[in-house]
């Protein structure tokens, strides 16, 4: 699918996976629309052909509005890539006593119900497009993490929350065929972002040492580079791809 004078929404979009794959469909030649916290969007890089919407993607008035914005571009909706997501740690009994609930629910309204939430919106209004070769319309890319698979000593929510964005993929790529909208998902590893800016040089190169190969960090470029691929490949639907360096996350 090209992404020529079409529109596209990246949650996140002010920073990290989000900014850099914004960056990437805008030099494609889509109008993109970046979602993002306020706070977040004061900071970011300013990019021809991206467009800063201040949402909160738990918000649905929010999210239907900003999604309406994208919509009404001028141009077809026909991509969507969810990167928003938060990742606290916490141990399920731990020093301070159980897990909080509160923040559980919070890492699962963001990571997992925020991104249905954009996917389900944005797909209505994808489905109201021309469609192409094959009847296909667009495609929603989703991220995940190999959290999901390999999670971590306090990574209890934050896993249960990218293991659900695994398990939504399929059927809403089933879900969705009828309407030409594919559905596809990017687990990645360890990835240069800015969370990780805040460690120390030391602390990044014990987490590239044990990346198999290459051995170093993602990049978040990589991560644009993938989603740019799958939107391009129209047989790539209902599947996850792990984009690690081969890692398999040891228990801590």
Do not use: W
Request: proline residues 5%; contains cysteine.
């Amino acid at each position: 699918m090209q992404i020529t004078d079409t529109a596209a929404i990246v949650t996140g979009g002010a920073s990290g996976l989000g900014a850099a794959t914004a960056a990437a469909l805008a030099a494609g030649g889509a109008r993109v629309f970046a979602f993002d916290l306020p706070a977040a969007i004061e900071g970011a890089p300013q990019v021809d052909g991206v467009e800063y919407v201040a949402v909160d993607v738990t918000d649905p008035e929010q999210v239907q509005a900003a999604v309406d914005t994208a919509a009404g571009a001028g141009v077809p909706l026909r991509t969507v890539v969810n990167c928003a997501g938060i990742g606290p740690s916490m141990r399920i009994l731990g020093k301070k006593g159980p897990h909080d609930l509160g923040l559980y629910a919070k890492i699962i309204q963001v990571n997992l119900i925020g991104s249905f939430n954009v996917l389900t919106l944005a797909a209505e209004k994808i489905s109201q497009t021309e469609a192409l070769e094959h009847g296909a319309r667009g495609v929603i890319i989703n991220t995940a993490s190999i959290a999901a698979y390999d999670g971590q000593v306090g990574q209890a929510a934050y896993s249960s929350s990218k293991g659900g964005i695994v398990g939504l993929t399929l059927p809403a790529a089933r879900d969705l065929a009828q309407h030409g909208i594919r559905v596809m998902t990017i687990a990645p590893g360890i990835v240069e972002t800015p969370m990780l800016a805040t460690v120390s040089e030391e602390f990044r190169e014990g987490l590239a040492k044990g990346v198999p190969f290459p051995q170093r960090l993602a990049r978040p470029e990589e991560y644009a580079q993938l989603a740019l691929s799958i939107i391009d490949h129209d047989y790539l639907n209902g599947e996850v791809i792990r984009m690690d360096g081969s890692l398999r996350m040891a228990p801590r």
